[in-house]
């Protein structure tokens, strides 16, 4: 069965400072990609950065980086030089097709980050 | 941003009675997703569509049905709402099904069954 596991239900960041949100998945697998998005209290739902599976470098967009490592089965989203409105919540997740070709997809159940003037 | 769109944002109802969501989109795009969002549990996918006509169950497709009878809308039925739906419900569109392709989410529907 396919999962995601976000351990840390809230986090807390100074601003300008680097903070790391965790992420481990699980799937048999071998072609799969992991998804981040932000949800801030407005309540829509943000794309912030892919990896693949077979992607052997880390994800990059902007201040946003995953950090990758497929044989710990984590994809941890880095958010560096945090920023008030980054306060949101984050969810990690992930998107496989069976061998039937069907569609699976898993979301994690959130990180909620509150950064801190 | 994509151009996808929920109907209605916010409704309230009572149990037992027919519920439909619609979701429109003006994209062009062949996938579509609906998936509601509850405290704990993150988002879970009910159900999604590979093109008009094409359907198939996610995790949670109980007690849901869906139906897309055109490219650029996508509808989901609660024939006989419970109080175990109040949930957030949103509807995404990908362009393709490529583990690669991000979703583009909608606004949200509120949906409270009392």
């Known amino acids: 069965a396919q999962k995601i596991t976000q351990t840390q239900p809230g986090m807390f960041v100074q601003e300008k400072e680097a903070v790391t949100l965790d992420c481990t998945y699980d799937?048999?697998?071998?072609?799969?990609?992991l998804f981040w998005y932000k949800q801030p209290s407005s309540g829509e739902m943000i794309f912030l950065i892919y990896q693949g599976s077979y992607d052997e470098q880390n994800a990059t967009e902007g201040r946003y980086s995953l950090n990758f490592q497929k044989a710990r089965k984590s994809a941890n989203l880095v958010i560096s030089a945090s920023q008030l409105g980054d306060s949101a919540m984050y969810f990690c997740a992930m998107r496989a097709f069976t061998s039937g070709g069907y569609q699976k997809v898993t979301f994690g159940i959130g990180t909620k980050l509150q950064v801190i003037p | 941003d994509a151009g996808i769109t929920q109907s209605p944002r916010h409704k309230v109802t009572e149990t037992g009675t027919p519920v439909t969501l619609r979701c429109h989109q003006t994209?062009?795009?062949?996938?579509m997703y609906w998936y509601r969002q509850d405290p704990g549990h993150g988002l879970r996918l009910i159900h999604y569509s590979y093109g008009v006509k094409d359907t198939d169950k996610g995790e949670v497709s109980d007690g849901y049905s869906v139906s897309r009878s055109k490219t650029e809308d996508f509808l989901l039925t609660l024939e006989s709402a419970t109080s175990s739906q109040t949930s957030v419900y949103f509807c995404?569109?990908?362009?393709?099904?490529?583990?690669?392709?991000?979703?583009?989410f909608g606004p949200g529907t509120r949906l409270t069954v009392l």
């Open positions: 799937t048999s697998d071998q072609s799969y990609g």
């Open positions: 994209e062009n795009h062949r996938y």
């Open positions: 995404a569109i990908s362009e393709d099904i490529r583990v690669t392709d991000e979703q583009f």
